[in-house]
């Protein structure tokens, strides 16, 4: 079974860094799209950003746009989301995802496999 592990998440005040880790056991992960995504307390899971099979197209949300990038290294099974000039509204539990497909998407449902998570909380 393909497992997905997150790291990176922890406590940072307004204005600071964090580079969130998405490491997938399987032999397919350089073939599918990954994604991250983020659910806040009382609110539905968003879409933050996502990257195609070749780290090659990427896509992001109004909300992180130009404070967050996505990569990933194909080699190593891994993908990244660095966020910069982080803000409290990012507190939330952040979500990687295995697409469907090699293409990226913005749709949770386009994404069959998840993490567990890792907490970003963000004070002020």
């Known amino acids: 079974q393909v497992q997905r592990v997150e790291s990176g998440g922890g406590l940072v005040q307004a204005g600071g860094s964090l580079r969130l880790s998405c490491a997938a056991s399987?032999?397919?992960?350089?073939?599918?799209?990954m994604g991250w995504f983020r659910q806040a307390p009382g609110k539905e899971r968003e879409f933050v950003a996502t990257?195609?099979?070749?780290?090659?197209?990427?896509a992001y949300s109004d909300s992180v746009k130009g404070r967050s990038t996505i990569s990933r290294d194909n080699a190593k099974n891994t993908v990244y989301l660095q966020m910069n000039s982080l803000k409290p509204e990012d507190t939330a539990v952040y979500y990687c995802?295995?697409?469907?497909?090699?293409?990226?998407?913005?749709?949770?449902?386009?994404?069959?496999?998840w993490g567990q998570g890792t907490q970003v909380t963000v004070s002020s």
């Open positions: 399987g032999r397919t992960f350089s073939l599918h799209a």
């Open positions: 990257i195609n099979w070749t780290g090659g197209r990427t």
């Open positions: 995802a295995e697409g469907l497909s090699a293409y990226g998407s913005r749709v949770p449902t386009d994404f069959g496999s």
